[in-house]
T-cell receptor, first 115, second 112 residues
C-alpha cells in the first residue's frame, strides 16, 4: 500500500500520560500535515512540515504538543500530560510541493481517548 | 481570518437524484484553492474535487461538479445521479499559503 499510514490506529490513555503517534507519508511527498478532528467537526490544522522543517504551527498547538520530522520522511506527534480535552482523531496528510494545488492525501487517523 | 461555513449539517437525497451541498468562505486573498473532501464512516478522507480560484470555469469530475462564485465567496458541490456509495460526510476546504481550513461538514444520506 502506497498511501499515508498512521500508527497506532487507536490509543487509550489515562490523563497525565504522554502519547506519541507516527505518520508515514507517501514516499515522494515532501509536505506533511497534522490535523485534529473532534466529533461533528471538520479537521483543524495543527502544524505542517516541508521536508524536515516545521514551517507553520497553529495556535491550537499548545506547549504540550510537539511534532517532529527528523529526516524529512515519517513524522511523530507527541502529546505530553494528556488531558481529556485531547480526545480526538489525529489526522496526518501529505502532499507534494510543485503540484500546484497541493492536494493532500490523508491517512486513516489515530483515535485518541483520554480517560 | 479565513473561515469556511457549511450551513447544512445534514442532507438527504434519493438514489439517482441530484443534490447540492453549500459552502461559503471568508477571505481577503485573491489566490487560493478550494476543495471538497469526502469522509465515509470510519474511513479516511479522500478528495472529491478541487477548484483554483483563478480559474473561472467550474471544475467537474464525473458526477461531481462545483458552482464557484468568487465574488460571492461561494463554492457549492453538486452530485448528480446519486449512488449509495456517496453517503458520507462532505467537507469543504480552503487552502491559503501554508494552511488549510475546513468547514464543519455536511452529512449526506442516500435513500434507496
Amino acid at each position: 500500500d502506497t498511501g499515508v499510514s498512521q500508527d497506532p490506529r487507536h490509543k487509550i490513555t489515562k490523563r497525565g500520560q504522554n502519547v506519541t503517534f507516527r505518520c508515514d507519508p507517501i514516499s515522494e511527498h515532501n509536505r506533511l500535515y497534522w490535523y485534529r478532528q473532534t466529533l461533528g467537526q471538520g479537521p483543524e490544522f495543527l502544524t505542517y512540515f516541508q521536508n524536515e522543517a516545521q514551517l507553520e504551527k497553529s495556535r491550537l498547538l499548545s506547549d504540550r504538543f510537539s511534532a517532529e520530522r527528523p529526516k524529512g520522511s515519517f513524522s511523530t506527534l507527541e502529546i505530553q500530560r494528556t488531558e481529556q480535552g485531547d480526545s480526538a482523531m489525529y489526522l496526518c496528510a501529505s502532499s507534494f510541493r510543485g503540484q500546484g494545488t497541493h492536494e493532500q492525501f490523508f491517512g486513516p487517523g489515530t483515535r485518541l481517548t483520554v480517560l | 481570518a479565513q473561515t469556511v461555513t457549511q450551513s447544512q449539517p445534514e442532507m438527504s437525497v434519493q438514489e439517482a437524484e441530484t443534490v447540492t451541498l453549500s459552502c461559503t468562505y471568508d477571505t481577503s486573498e485573491s489566490d487560493y484553492y478550494l476543495f471538497w473532501y469526502k469522509q465515509p464512516p470510519s474511513r479516511q478522507m479522500i478528495l472529491v474535487i478541487r477548484q483554483e480560484a483563478y480559474k473561472q470555469q467550474n471544475a467537474t469530475e464525473n458526477r461531481f461538479s462545483v458552482n464557484f462564485q468568487k465574488a460571492a465567496k461561494s463554492f457549492s458541490l453538486k452530485i448528480s445521479d446519486s449512488q449509495l456509495g456517496d453517503a458520507a460526510m462532505y467537507f469543504c476546504a480552503y487552502r491559503s499559503a501554508n494552511q488549510f481550513y475546513f468547514g464543519t461538514g455536511t452529512s449526506l444520506t442516500v435513500i434507496p
